[in-house]
């Protein structure tokens, strides 16, 4: 699939933005931060603005980016639909909870059930961005149980990755989301490396034999393709990356991504003074977010469509 | 509503039947498809360089071959090997299928399945060109047109099998139309008792990519078995019969003339042709 800029930006940058909502809802609700405006300002500013920032890319590789809303109405049988209309929903209580936090300075009471509100919200938006992925027949490595819990950990683990850095900035119990962070680092390991295994060992989705029907005459291979250049469906389907470079960026994802990243978090909580601690962890969510970009790009370079059976490949 | 209409027997279900072992692969089909489309329900059919040129069309993807909007395209396969190799030409466009996941993902409503007769439709005006209807359907039917910013589709020519102004012979798809071996039929394959049921049925006519469940209406007809055995024309005993005489006709030692020239009546017939051929 051709890895489409403004996609790779969306899902990494609203992935990580519904992360931090996510955790500052818990911890908010949870009592584990202060109420304090240094805090709710920037974290909910930064979480707010990365999800904004990402749902705004997402149409700009829109025909008809005017026609956007018109995208909430199919809720019933469209994950993008549902996608679509969690991220508004998710808006209503997370705004709310950002006023009390921010001009009120409460995160209890019913701020705390808005913040967990918006928790929810923030989990269920990612969970619809990868059943998009996970709902489509046409393409193996997408329609893959391991789809959906890579785009949830990914997005807890760079949004994990600013609230590392926001609490040991503004206070708050940051030796929790540290560590949590962590956790979240291995876990995303962990399940990637299992859908790579996955992926790479697949049976294919389907063959050049059954989408002409001809296989029962023999190998099937395409002798004339329809034009001599190549049209919307080679352009947008039929990307292709070499292996060589798919295993190349795999190492920089996971080196940059996760080795870089978490060992930066575990020096930063093996020095302890603030002063040395935060560019580490600046630089640790710098390392993981180009980490999950790299992932991201791969995500689409690396999935091969079963159309791209009839222009050539034996099997997608 | 990109919910499918539910499916009841004796719904009518148009679609086309495609004979691959009749077609031959002329793209007469896609391009009467391209000429009456361009100016019917979907138009324009945008089309990139198609004087030459490198116009971009912003999508980030550079290359300087002529392309663009088409609703049917033609390839041709090699499938088997040796002897038993056949080449098989491939028309291939939307199959208007019965639970097609390119309606059912797209957030807009835009992409609809008509109940009446299960046509697969886009409603432009709806459409926000997110593409993902054609990341869903697997046989590439969908294409972008980047000019207009909304997704185009084959309409089994809505507006000519519906079309009262056209005589009721041309009511039908412009590719069913064109071509020009019979090669592709048009009817409803919902009745089983149509013409196009029954040839499904009588040759066996199948689904393209089943596995994806689907459920295509358009059907393929298989190529016929090859032919390995000729009929009792007696040929082969005559070829060798006209060997022996070639053989006993040339003269000993004489490389001119052809065999039966080394008769009187051969040269004769020589001197007749030199004479005429002057």
Known sequence: ?316 | MTSLPAATAGTKKLGLVIDLDICVGCHACAVNCKEWNAGGHSAPLTDWNAYSGTESAGDGIDDAGAWGVWFNRIHTYEAGDGAEGRTVHFPRSCLHCETPACVTVCPTGASYKREEDGIVLVNADLCIGCKLCSWACPYGAREYDHADGVMKKCTLCIDRIYNENLEEIDRVPACVSTCPVGARHFGDLGDPDSAVSTLVAERGGYDLMPEMGYRPVNKYLPPRPQKKTCGATGAPSRLEQLAAEAADAVPQGGASGTGTAATTGGKLLAWVDAVLSR
């Not at chain 1, 705004?95 to 921010?102: E, M, Q, R, S, Y």
């Not at chain 1, 399940?191 to 296989?215: E, F, M, N, Q």
Request: hydrophobic letters at 55%; aromatic letters at 10%; charged letters at 10%.
């Open chain 1, 1 to 316: 699939m051709h890895p489409a800029a403004s996609v790779i930006f969306f899902t990494t940058a609203s992935g990580a933005g519904y992360g931090l909502l996510f955790l500052l809802g818990l911890a908010g609700a949870g009592g584990l931060v202060p109420a304090g405006l240094g805090l709710g300002l920037t974290g909910l500013a930064l979480a707010l603005g990365l999800i904004t920032a990402g749902l705004l890319a997402s149409t700009f590789h829109l025909g008809h980016p005017e026609r956007a809303w018109r995208a909430m109405s199919q809720w019933r049988s469209s994950w993008l639909s549902r996608e679509g209309l969690a991220a508004v929903v998710t808006y209503l209580p997370a705004g709310l909870f950002a006023i009390g936090w921010v001009c009120l300075g409460r995160t209890d009471g019913v701020w705390a059930v808005l913040g967990l509100l918006a928790a929810l919200g923030a989990v269920v938006t990612v969970a619809c961005t990868g059943m998009i992925y996970a709902s489509l027949a046409t393409i193996r490595q997408w329609r893959h149980p391991l789809t959906v819990p890579v785009y949830l950990a990914i997005a807890l683990y760079t949004g994990g990755l600013w609230m590392a850095l926001l609490t040991a900035v503004f206070g708050g119990e940051a030796g929790v989301f540290l560590w949590l962070t962590v956790a979240a680092g291995i876990a995303v390991a962990a399940l990637k490396l299992a859908y790579w295994r996955s992926v790479d060992t697949g049976a294919p989705a389907a063959t050049a034999g059954t989408a002409t029907g001809l296989g029962g005459l023999g190998r099937v291979r395409l002798l004339e393709a329809p034009t001599t250049s190549r049209n919307y469906v080679m352009r947008e389907m039929g990307y292709r990356i070499a292996r060589k470079h798919a295993r190349k960026l795999r190492v920089i994802a996971g080196g940059l991504g996760i080795g870089l990243a978490l060992a930066l978090l575990l020096a930063a909580a093996a020095v302890g003074t603030a002063s040395v601690a935060v560019p580490m962890l600046l630089l640790a969510a710098l390392a993981g977010s180009a980490g999950a970009v790299v992932e991201r790009w791969l995500f689409f370079a690396e999935a091969t469509h079963v159309v791209t059976t009839y222009y050539g490949a034996e099997a997608a």
